[in-house]
């Protein structure tokens, strides 16, 4: 149906993840493999966009190995010139058969300007494009940069080689252990087998194969031709008409392409199994770098000095006032400055987080996180801690400054002040009447009346003793309160203290580390995905 958008093929499907994954990439592995995943993208889809019904296949050896005189012997006509009259030049010539102009769309994306075409014929269907390069073993540095630009780009690889040659370490070591993973379009060709008698062609075949299987390609197609006898000629062709029939060539050099690549990245990404975060771990070190410990028990200091002063019975807290005046004095000379009930949050009250111990938790959270990752992920967590470390300090001022050390104000001070106030009264009233007693005895005048409060306990020492025992007992049960009070509010207060530097190093530290990390994750599933796993 007209407007109906075609489903992506699988190979198209590879690619679309290798281009989210080249984008995961960037900045994060070396450049160098990302520039190298990136051409493979654009370089694969532009093929596919020339068209998968034509097939590249190329020669390429090394000198004498024969493969122009096999480049004519397939083509049936001396297109290429060989031997000792082949001209040393970069030029690959191209034989297309059928229409020049699917096949002109592909060599003009290869760069191919020597072109020959023919009809097809049941030898040679349609949509088959055979390559004659150069010389991979040349000493023209020119030479084998053409060879490298045409071994990334087309389908099918037939590897010409001859009886003398064939265990050269320009073609093993340079290029099929390169391409380990392209078994499949890879054609390896034993050409001049007319130079060997039959047992010598078995061992030479037989010692080929053992070579091949150690550069990785034990599946790769073994063919021995002559290209002067045409023996094996017809076999080469018809493994060529065979892979231009089946249409596979282009998606199957793609597909071993993405494994290769796939391969290569994942060495620099590594599993999803990784270390993890901890908030809880995060906030222990930035509350012991921003001095917590020190914060909480200042926050008990205050409690027990404001409680105390709210508690405190009225005769004695008038006294207090006059005699604390000295002390706070002194108080004000040996204790740091801004200490104290008279800063309220902890950033007044001099809480500075120390950047290198902030510096040193987050590397340490960084590291563990990473822990198991390739070292571009381990450098890249440290590099988002590293960043992270020179924000966060002032992030965690800004917290402490909204935490508020000074304690509310409790239910039970006031009733206590004024119950205790009462009980000072009693044993004040007790030693004014004893005072008044003496005074009168001293005058001479009219004893005053002293009536016995309990046996022989007259009432003024009655007031006194019952006053002064109940001031005491109330002052100590006052310090146990506050002092399970401080208790208390010096707990909250470190709580909601963890809680502001855990909420602040979620956001500075964490957040930036859980997206790299999720980025790690991604990346490593859509190597996966490109790779075919």
Do not use: C
């Not at 407007?3 to 690619?15: D, H, K, M, N």
């Not at 490298?148 to 265990?167: C, G, H, Q, S, T």
């Not at 200091?301 to 004695?316: F, G, I």
Request: aromatic share 4%; glycine share 10%.
């Amino acid at each position: 149906m007209r407007g109906l958008r075609r489903a992506p093929t699988p190979v198209e499907e590879r690619l679309e993840r290798l281009a989210e994954a080249v984008a995961l990439a960037e900045g994060r592995l070396p450049a160098d493999e990302v520039a190298a995943a990136r051409d493979l993208h654009d370089r694969a889809t532009e093929r596919l966009a020339r068209g998968a019904e034509v097939v590249v296949a190329a020669l390429a050896g090394g000198t004498g190995s024969g493969k122009s005189a096999l480049f004519n012997a397939l083509a049936g006509a001396p297109l290429s010139q060989e031997g000792v009259v082949r001209p040393m030049t970069t030029a690959v010539t191209g034989w297309a058969v059928g229409d020049p102009e699917n096949a002109g769309r592909v060599l003009d994306w290869l760069g191919v300007t020597t072109r020959h075409s023919s009809d097809p014929d049941p030898m040679n269907p349609e949509g088959l494009i055979l390559l004659d390069l150069p010389d991979h073993d040349s000493v023209a540095r020119e030479h084998r940069e053409v060879v490298d630009r045409f071994v990334d780009r087309v389908d099918v690889l037939i590897w010409v080689v001859d009886p003398l040659k064939y265990a050269q370490r320009a073609l093993h070591d340079g290029y099929l252990r390169r391409f380990t993973e392209h078994a499949s379009v890879t054609v390896v060709v034993l050409n001049r087998i007319d130079q060997l008698d039959d047992r010598g062609r078995a061992a030479t075949v037989r010692d080929l194969r053992r070579l091949l299987a150690e550069d990785g390609f034990g599946t790769a197609r073994v063919l021995a031709t002559s290209a002067r006898t045409g023996e094996g000629v017809p076999q080469l062709r018809a493994l060529l008409n065979q892979e231009v029939r089946s249409r596979r060539a282009v998606a199957e050099r793609i597909n071993a392409d993405l494994r290769t690549t796939a391969v290569a990245l994942g060495e620099q990404t590594g599993r999803r199994d990784h270390g993890r975060l901890d908030r809880d771990e995060l906030a222990r070190a930035i509350a012991g770098a921003a001095g917590v410990g020190a914060l909480g028990r200042e926050a008990g200091r205050a409690y027990r000095q404001q409680a105390r002063d709210a508690t405190r019975p009225l005769v004695s807290r008038g006294l207090w006032a006059v005699v604390a005046l000295p002390a706070r004095a002194l108080r004000r000379m040996v204790r740091p400055p801004g200490l104290g009930v008279t800063s309220p949050t902890a950033a007044a009250a001099g809480a500075e987080p120390s950047p290198v111990a902030v510096r040193h938790a987050l590397l340490r959270v960084a590291e563990d996180a990473g822990d198991g990752l390739p070292r571009p992920w381990t450098e890249r967590l440290r590099s988002v801690a590293e960043k992270a470390a020179g924000e966060l300090p002032r992030a965690v001022r800004t917290a402490l400054d909204r935490v508020d050390l000074a304690p509310e104000r409790r239910l039970w001070w006031l009733p206590y002040a004024l119950l205790w106030s009462l009980v000072e009264a009693v044993a004040l009233a007790g030693i004014v009447w004893l005072v008044a007693i003496g005074v009168v005895a001293w005058l001479q005048l009219p004893p005053l009346p002293t009536p016995d409060a309990i046996g022989a306990v007259p009432w003024p020492t009655a007031l006194l003793g019952a006053g002064v025992a109940g001031w005491l007992l109330l002052w100590l049960v006052r310090g146990l309160f506050v002092a399970l009070g401080a208790g208390r509010h010096r707990r909250a207060v470190v709580r909601r203290l963890h809680r502001a530097l855990g909420e602040v190093g979620e956001r500075a530290a964490l957040d930036p580390l859980r997206e790299e990390l999720a980025a790690h994750d991604r990346l490593a599933e859509l190597v996966g995905e490109v790779g075919g796993r």
